[in-house]
């Protein structure tokens, strides 16, 4: 049989998707979870020793062989044509509050953005980065959405775990004030205020007065439009791209 390591490494470079250890032993019937880690672990050891663009890493569950971040300017030239497919602000929002609170409704989900979220949810299913888990057992069955395994392989995630820890986020936006007053305040204290303990850094963003439910939007058709006409138009800038 040739190289383990070799044929680990075909694999890998041929699969167009993340390759779960579990496929990699069903081709290779005599290796174990052990020793598919030794030979990436001695692979990418290769790689760092040649100096080579490439490393493998572990992503959604799998292993994909990807190019390191050193090269991520010359790759962005390469695909500037994809940039328009990039998600909205709003869409990124809706998204991360379905990252951090999942499963969640679409109720829960409007309640904390302030604006309708019909459009976005339907763009976010549509591109695989979010799905329907489940119902709600309350008044009407709600549907409940939660994240994709192409999520994770999106953002570059081994599992949910790899999320950026709420500290995290709090050490970045303290030591950051143009990024905090870059986000959508009135989500951002509906959703992680105590835990970030930023509130009175919101205050001070917002004004003298701390935001509270007063100042979020009602729900209604103005908001509807303003979210639904910047998605429509992300959907067809999408569709003339593709």
Do not use: H
Request: hydrophobic fraction near 35%; glycine fraction near 4%; charge should be negative.
């Amino acid at each position: 049989m040739k190289d383990q390591d070799q044929i680990i490494e075909a694999l890998i470079f041929a699969s167009d998707v993340p390759l779960p250890s579990r496929k990699i032993k069903d081709i290779i019937s005599e290796v174990g979870e052990r020793d598919i880690k030794k030979s990436i672990a001695r692979i990418n050891q290769r790689y760092q020793e040649t100096n080579s663009a490439f490393e493998i890493v572990e992503v959604a569950g799998g292993y994909q062989m990807v190019t390191r971040a050193d090269y991520a300017d010359w790759i962005r030239k390469l695909y500037i044509s994809r940039t328009k497919n990039r998600l909205t602000q709003k869409a990124l929002e809706t998204l991360a509050i379905i990252a951090y609170k999942q499963p969640i409704t679409k109720t829960e989900v409007e309640s904390i953005r302030g604006v309708n979220a019909d459009t976005v949810i339907r763009t976010l299913i549509e591109r695989k980065l979010i799905t329907v888990t489940g119902r709600e057992k309350a008044p009407g069955n709600p549907l409940l959405y939660g994240t994709t395994r192409y999520f994770l392989e999106y953002f570059g995630l081994k599992d949910l775990s790899d999320l950026p820890k709420l500290r995290e986020i709090d050490e970045l936006l303290k030591s950051d004030e143009k990024f905090l007053e870059s986000l959508d305040q009135v989500s951002l204290q509906q959703l992680i205020p105590e835990e970030l303990g930023i509130s009175s850094m919101l205050s001070t963003k917002t004004g003298s007065a701390a935001i509270d439910e007063t100042d979020i939007p009602e729900t209604g058709d103005e908001n509807e439009t303003d979210d639904s006409q910047e998605d429509i138009q992300e959907d067809k800038a999408n569709d003339t791209t593709e």
